[in-house]
């Protein structure tokens, strides 16, 4: 039986997954970038030629675009390698599923765990995330073939850092690493240097690499993460036990939680918020700042794609992921006002924040408050 919980390809799957990686790189770089001289230097100025104006909006070129073959090409591709990547991390799941759900047990009812897990009596079900599948991972989140099932959580674990490494967003990550959620508290140094958490929250924890940053950064804190998907909280406590770090891990709604108020001095998500709808979004933030204590932060890191600030190709392309990828919510939230949203849950306008930040290669949108 192996000891430790995690995504483990050998080497074939290895060599298979990193090609899924490369492809995706290649499509999101290369391909999109030659597509953009294309939209710049011949396809826009044809539609203005004809017109006698430039494409107005991301539904007038998309209408365009549509009928054009090297955005077929770029469409086919991204479909077909989000498939192929599914596949790719399957293939390893399926060797491994059996042996990683004992390993799991084995890890839970360990006596010398460091951390905890609960599970909601019943399943949590929050429509419409639970309803959907996300980056058309078969099954969703939530999926459950087999008793103490772990299998969409593998297959998710699988794909986090191929999928930000060819985005760009990989801050270097390799499998398992928790190189994100250590960005995330370098930004909680800056924005509130003074801060010296004792309790911390991580929202929509998934399967819980990027947590164990908080203990890690911030030894003398307790460490939660909660998430509604319960095959990923049994994986991320199997993983936090197999990494020997000491964190907590429950399966609840970010939105109706059962800790008292005032819980935490350190609230914090990472690419959850794009996944809610706008009701959700509107109540996990009055969530937060129900359970932050006074002179707390709530900082979430999220897509960076806001309309007003990336090219009228770039919204086309990420708003094709909401119509083919499975990123329902992706648009409707990047044309919320987070700042606005913010301070309607109960944060001052002044201690809000919605911004963008460049951190090595890529930007990041960090929106929070400080209570
Ligand atoms: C893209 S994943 C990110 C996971 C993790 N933060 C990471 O960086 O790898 C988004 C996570 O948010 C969770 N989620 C979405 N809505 C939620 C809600 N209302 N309450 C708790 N978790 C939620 C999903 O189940 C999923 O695990």
């Excluded at 290369?30 to 004809?50: G, H, M, W």
Aim: negative net charge; glycine residues 8%; charged residues 25%.
């Amino acid at each position: 039986m192996a000891s430790t919980v995690a995504f483990t390809p050998n080497h074939d799957e290895s060599a298979r997954q990193a090609f899924v990686g490369s492809l995706k790189e290649f499509i999101n770089f290369k391909l999109e970038s030659t597509l953009q001289q294309s939209f710049d230097e011949v396809i826009n100025p044809a539609v203005e030629a004809r017109t006698g104006r430039p494409l107005a909006d991301r539904d007038e070129a998309g209408a365009v675009l549509d009928r054009h073959p090297l955005y077929q090409l770029w469409e086919s591709l991204t479909f077909h390698s989000q498939n192929l990547m599914w596949k790719a991390v399957q293939d390893t799941t399926d060797r491994t599923i059996d042996d990683q759900v004992e390993a799991f047990r084995a890890r839970a009812a360990s006596p010398n765990r460091r951390g905890s897990m609960r599970l909601a009596d019943r399943m949590v079900h929050k429509a419409p995330i639970t309803t959907t599948e996300i980056h058309r991972q078969p099954g969703g989140y939530w999926r459950e073939t087999r008793p103490d099932d772990i299998e969409t959580a593998l297959n998710y674990s699988g794909t986090v850092d191929l999928y930000r490494n060819a985005k760009g967003m990989g801050a270097g990550g390799k499998l398992g690493s928790d190189s994100i959620g250590r960005m995330l508290t370098a930004a909680v140094r800056r924005r509130a240097p003074d801060l010296q958490p004792k309790a911390i929250l991580d929202m929509g924890c998934g399967t819980g690499e990027q947590t164990l940053a908080y203990k890690r950064e911030f030894p003398d804190a307790e460490v939660t993460g909660i998430d509604c998907a319960r095959p990923f909280i049994r994986f991320a406590h199997g993983f936090a036990e197999s990494q020997d770090v000491a964190v907590h891990f429950a399966e609840m709604d970010a939105g109706e939680t059962d800790f008292p108020d005032a819980s935490f001095d350190l609230i914090v998500s990472i690419i959850m918020f794009h996944e809610t709808s706008r009701a959700q979004v509107r109540q996990i933030l009055a969530e937060s700042h129900r359970l932050l204590r006074p002179g707390g932060l709530l900082i979430n890191l999220d897509v960076p794609y806001h309309a007003h600030r990336i090219p009228l190709l770039k919204q086309v392309t990420n708003h094709w992921q909401v119509r083919h990828n499975g990123e329902p919510f992706w648009s409707g939230f990047t044309a919320l006002d987070m700042r606005e949203e913010l301070v309607a849950a109960g944060f001052v306008r002044d201690a809000a924040f919605a911004d963008h930040e460049q951190v090595g290669p890529a930007t990041y949108f960090f929106f929070g408050g400080r209570k």
